[in-house]
């Protein structure tokens, strides 16, 4: 291990004006890429900003489309609903028709 540190401390003190330019430049070129990544971070979180506030203006239209599809189903459930009780009433009618009777001789009795 001494020699390993003796021949450090020997390519440090024979380059000591090269070795802490590389580690300037390597500080500046670290320095400069976190520079860029920051730039790219908010550029990122410019458009997160942008794509959540549309992304609430559409839940809200997509909230008052729910409601229109609510009230359609319940319009139509309540059609149906009628249709089905008109059904039984008719298929007597057609059964007192068939039968021979007529609702009116029904109604009189």
Same mark, same amino acid.
Not at 6 to 17: D, H, L, N, W
């Given at each position: 291990?001494?020699?390993?540190?003796?021949?450090?401390?020997?390519?440090?003190?024979?380059?000591?004006?090269?070795?802490?330019?590389?580690?300037? %430049?390597?500080?500046? &070129?670290? /320095?400069?890429?976190?520079?860029?990544? #920051?730039?790219?971070? +908010? !550029?990122?979180?410019?458009?997160?900003?942008?794509?959540?506030?549309?992304?609430?203006?559409? %839940?809200?239209?997509? &909230?008052? /489309?729910?409601?229109?599809?609510?009230? #359609?189903?319940?319009? +139509? !459930?309540?059609?149906?609903?009628?249709?089905?009780?008109?059904?039984?009433?008719?298929?007597?009618?057609?059964?007192?028709?068939?039968?021979?009777?007529?609702?009116?001789?029904?109604?009189?009795?």
């Amino acid at each position: 291990m001494s020699t390993n540190n003796t021949r450090r401390s020997a390519r440090q003190s024979t380059f000591p004006a090269t070795n802490s330019a590389s580690a300037s %430049a390597i500080k500046n &070129r670290h /320095l400069s890429h976190l520079h860029s990544q #920051l730039a790219q971070l +908010s !550029a990122n979180l410019a458009d997160l900003e942008n794509l959540l506030r549309m992304t609430a203006v559409q %839940a809200d239209a997509m &909230r008052g /489309l729910g409601g229109y599809c609510g009230s #359609l189903f319940m319009a +139509s !459930a309540k059609v149906l609903s009628e249709e089905q009780d008109a059904k039984p009433a008719s298929a007597s009618t057609m059964q007192q028709a068939q039968s021979g009777g007529s609702l009116q001789d029904e109604e009189m009795t």
